[in-house]
């Protein structure tokens, strides 16, 4: 069974860095889209960026030009590096797996336990 473990977040004030990482296991990593979505309180869980398996990236308008995705197949982990952070960023990001090429929400298998980022102002 796949799992996945974030880490990473934490609390940080505005206009500061965090890099996430999310580790994967039982699953052939380099075949897995992957992809990281926040969750805000009381609202359900957006995409936030995702790179193919081929290594393509997308990310949503509001991250655009300050998060990066990444990844290292060779140590089957996703990274999201988050610069210049705001206060509306403060959310629990989660990492997920697709099985598939490109990130497809039908296709997502595996969800991480999820880690809180807190960016305060």
């Known amino acids: 069974q796949a799992q996945l473990v974030e880490s990473g977040g934490g609390l940080v004030q505005a206009g500061g860095s965090l890099r996430l990482s999310c580790a994967a296991s039982g699953l052939t990593f380099g075949l897995y889209a992957m992809g990281w979505f926040r969750q805000f309180p009381g609202k359900d869980r957006g995409l936030v960026a995702d790179?193919?398996?081929?290594?393509?990236?997308y990310y949503a308008d509001s991250v655009k030009g300050r998060f990066t995705i990444s990844r290292d197949n060779a140590k089957n982990t996703v990274y999201l590096q988050m610069n210049s952070l705001k206060p509306e960023d403060t959310a629990v990001y989660y990492c997920a797996a697709a099985g598939g090429a490109t990130m497809t929400i039908d296709l997502i298998g595996s969800w991480g336990q999820g880690t809180q980022v807190t960016v305060s102002s």
């Open positions: 790179i193919t398996s081929g290594g393509s990236t």
